[in-house]
T-cell receptor, first 114, second 115 residues
Framework: DGGITQSPKYLFRKEGQNVTLSCEQN?????MYWYRQDPGQGLRLIYY???????QKGDIAEGYSVSREKKESFPLTVTSAQKNPTAFYLC?????????????FGPGTRLLVL | AQKITQTQPGMFVQEKEAVTLDCTYD???????LFWYKQPSSGEMIFLIY??????QNATEGRYSLNFQKARKSANLVISASQLGDSAMYFC????????????FGRGTSLIVHP
């Protein structure tokens, strides 16, 4: 079954700690995206990548970092510089990222600060 | 710049009734795509329906249809014969070349279906 997996489902972060959220897809999609969703809000773009070894900042990239070493994987690191990281994080992918394409989403990771 | 506006924070509908969720958009592009997603309490975003700006007919997918009025820049989602499982957040989104094909999402509408 093709799809997008995110792990863990829940993640707890201590003050000053970096944490990494996993996103893997087996859809053979070129483009991948990370969004942040706060309660009662829409989705805000953190980072996106349209090709391996290349990625661009979205609207709220400060305090986050990403890598795209493999087509299937696009991990997101929430660094200690992100002062308010408690949110729901969604990973998505599209075929090429260069057209009117449908985004498909993973199940999300809820990050909580202890 | 692209913008999506969903003016209804919450909607209530009786089971088996139809409901319309509003979405208006703003773009200067001629070629764009409009999407609706459903987000149940579990959190996953589920793709429902797509409408291209050059599509002459309104999109339909089962009980979902998209009422596309290009001149008014509206793309309302119509859910016919509502079911209890339709209770969720619904997001309207747009993709256009002017936005580098990065989707823009509205703030969502919460739909509650009453038995």
């Amino acid at each position: 079954d093709g799809g997008i997996t995110q792990s863990p489902k829940y993640l707890f972060r201590k003050e000053g700690q970096n944490v990494t959220l996993s996103c893997e897809q087996n859809l053979n999609h070129d483009a991948m995206y990370w969004y942040r969703q706060d309660p009662g809000q829409g989705l805000r773009l953190i980072y996106y990548s349209q090709i391996v070894n290349d990625f661009q900042k979205g609207d709220i990239a400060e305090g986050y970092s990403v890598s795209r070493e493999k087509k299937e994987s696009f991990p997101l690191t929430v660094t200690s510089a992100q002062k308010n990281p408690t949110a729901f994080y969604l990973c998505a992918s599209t075929t090429t990222g260069g057209g009117l394409e449908t985004q498909y989403f993973g199940p999300g990771t809820r990050l909580l600060v202890l | 710049a692209q913008k999506i506006t969903q003016t209804q924070p919450g909607m209530f509908v009786q089971e088996k009734e139809a409901v319309t969720l509003d979405c208006t958009y703003d773009t200067s592009d001629q070629s764009y795509g409009l999407f609706w997603y459903k987000q149940p309490s579990s959190g996953e975003m589920i793709f429902l329906i797509y409408q291209g700006s050059y599509d002459e007919q309104n999109a339909t997918e089962g009980r979902y249809s998209l009422n596309f009025q290009k001149a008014r820049k509206s793309a309302n989602l119509v859910i016919s014969a509502s079911q209890l499982g339709d209770s969720a957040m619904y997001f309207c989104a747009m993709v256009a070349s002017g936005g580098s094909y990065i989707p823009t999402f509205g703030r969502g509408t919460s739909l509650i279906v009453h038995p």
